[in-house]
Antibody, heavy 119, light 110 residues
Framework: QVQLVESGGGVVQPGRSLRLSCAASGFIFSSYGMHWARQAPGKGLEWVAVISYDGSNKYYADSVKDRFTISRDISKNTLYLQMNSLRAEDTAVYYC????????????WGQGTLVTVSS | QSALTQPASVSGSPEQSITISCTGTSSDVGSYKFVSWYQQHPGKAPKLIIYDVINRPSGVSSRFSGSKSGNTASLTISGLQAEDEADYYCSSYTSIGLYVFGTGTKVTVL
């Protein structure tokens, strides 16, 4: 069965960096687009970024553009989110998710990893 | 990009039907069939329940159905059950290749 396991969350000071990982199994990782989404405590979902199945296309929400970078390592079946210049408003549970097709039907989600940006 | 607009809360009695609206613009909901709906129970990850406006993933109850008219998509839950009490989010692909979620709706079963 499809399994997505995020890691790398924690407490980080404003302005610092953090890299999240998402280990994928149970499907052909190189065949699917992958997303990151986040949810601030007590708030709604916010889409963060997407990467195409082959890594050639990447798109970002305005709120993270130029600060966050999505990438994937096919050899390790792992999705990444490099987060730089972190702000308090980036505090959230970060989820990785698999796209069912090509247009944002997120069919499988990880359990999430909490990132807290605080001094 | 602005979040799609959903009612903050909707409630209904068991066995009733409820509908949740999701209003966007001609740059997202109005232009694409790529509207999805998610159910999220407290402390859990979201679960896909509708994709491409009307389709249900395997294993999702037929009590959930989706539709769209113009810039507004809708999710209907028929035969409301206690286990349907959760938060629901819509999402859509947008004209600039991005994605956007709705503001979320809390469903309460009375």
């Amino acid at each position: 069965q499809v399994q997505l396991v995020e890691s790398g969350g924690g407490v980080v000071q404003p302005g610092r960096s953090l890299r999240l990982s998402c280990a994928a199994s149970g499907f052909i990782f190189s065949s699917y687009g992958m997303h990151w989404a986040r949810q601030a405590p007590g708030k709604g979902l916010e889409w963060v970024a997407v990467i195409s199945y082959d890594g050639s296309n990447k798109y970002y929400a305005d709120s993270v553009k130029d600060r966050f970078t999505i990438s994937r390592d096919i050899s390790k079946n792992t999705l990444y989110l490099q987060m730089n210049s972190l702000r308090a408003e980036d505090t959230a549970v970060y989820y990785c998710a698999r796209d069912l097709g090509d247009y944002g039907a997120l069919s499988d989600w990880g359990q999430g990893t909490l990132v807290t940006v605080s001094s | 990009q602005s979040a799609l607009t959903q009612p903050a809360s909707v409630s209904g009695s068991p066995e009733q039907s409820i509908t949740i609206s999701c209003t966007g613009t001609s740059s997202d909901v109005g232009s694409y069939k790529f509207v999805s709906w998610y159910q999220q129970h407290p402390g859990k990850a979201p679960k896909l329940i509708i994709y491409d406006v009307i389709n249900r993933p395997s294993g999702v109850s037929s009590r959930f159905s989706g539709s769209k008219s113009g810039n507004t998509a809708s999710l209907t839950i028929s035969g409301l059950q206690a286990e349907d009490e959760a938060d629901y989010y819509c999402s859509s692909y947008t004209s600039i290749g991005l994605y956007v979620f709705g503001t979320g709706t809390k469903v309460t079963v009375l």
